[in-house]
């Protein structure tokens, strides 16, 4: 029971560095990652609101292809 749990962890932990490698990654490439044509800004008096509504749909596109893909090499055993 333990040991399911450790590994679980371990796998989210796995994640947590790949995700964050790859945004450090997209930092220092300066990526145009939140500042897309469609990714929105919305500044008032106190307050701001940033909306990345294209930033969400490309993240999206690519995670969905890569999943695909990785979904199509796991299912060949």
Do not use: E, H, W
Request: proline share 4%; aromatic share 10%; hydrophobic share 55%.
């Amino acid at each position: 029971m333990l040991a399911n749990i450790a590994r679980i962890f371990l796998i989210i932990g796995a994640i947590f560095l790949v995700v964050g490698g790859l945004l450090y990654l997209a930092g220092r490439l300066n990526l145009p990652l939140g500042r897309l044509p469609g990714d929105f800004t919305i500044q008032g008096k106190g307050y701001t609101c940033f909306i990345p509504l294209a930033t969400s749909i490309a993240l999206s596109i690519l995670l969905s292809i890569i999943l695909t893909i990785v979904s199509r090499f796991i299912g060949r055993k």
